[in-house]
């Protein structure tokens, strides 16, 4: 199953999410994403959170078999409890928005969602009106896009990576996570390739502007 899992971070350009949200099996919103949801006309199958965000008139528009609400003092995210919820539904692919913004410690911990997905096997990614962000498992070919920026940073050790079709091309590095010399990378072939052995490898995908 595809899911698509909508916070509250900042909104996503609703042009970015369509496609996704076209192709999604299931979607849950999480507290102020429900707001972000009725704008963007999608009804989901599960709003879950503290609820300490959302507008009680838009939460009160559904049935509270649809609702689940978590206390405030708890061990984890609303976003990283959507994501749970998500792998015990049988997620083969999730898809997560508006999990970036102005709350830099909910963006790093939800970065770090990519790595628990991947543990589970589940394809993973993060998008925002700007950006795309997953792991590589293993390998991933990326097409070439106009003004698309791409830029390569190690979560932990990173085994064996090698890049091909990039300006800046890497043959079988072991990168470290103080390895930060792959930001701003650009693709010069029709795609650019990257694989490495292990390690948890975060590709971030931005529009040049």
């Known amino acids: 199953m595809k899911f698509l899992i909508i916070s509250g971070g900042k909104k996503t350009n609703y042009k970015i999410i369509k496609p996704y949200y076209s192709q999604a099996d299931f979607t849950i919103c999480v507290d102020k994403g429900l707001e972000y949801a009725e704008s963007y006309g999608i009804k989901p199958q599960m709003i879950l959170g503290d609820m300490d965000s959302v507008n009680l008139k838009v939460l009160r528009k559904y049935h ?5 609400i978590f206390p405030r003092d708890k061990d984890y995210t609303d976003s990283e409890i959507a994501v749970r919820k998500a792998i015990t539904l049988g997620a083969k692919e999730v898809t997560l928005t508006c999990v970036t913004g102005t709350r830099m410690d909910h963006t790093l911990s939800n970065i770090k ?23 590589v498992d293993g390998y991933k070919s990326i097409p070439n896009k106009k003004d698309q920026v791409v830029s390569i940073i190690p979560l932990d050790t990173c085994y064996d990576v090698t890049t091909k079709g990039f300006l800046y091309p890497l043959n079988q590095e072991d990168l470290d996570i103080n390895w930060n010399i792959g930001i701003s990378n650009i693709i010069i072939e029709s795609f650019g390739e990257i694989s490495l ?4 490898l975060l590709i971030v995908l931005t529009k040049n502007i």
């Open 113 to 135: 969602l990519l790595i628990l997905l991947k543990e589970k096997g589940i394809d993973g990614r993060i998008i925002d009106s700007f950006n795309t962000m997953f792991l």
């Open 197 to 200: 052995t292990k390690g948890n």
């Open 64 to 68: 509270k078999d649809e609702i689940n």
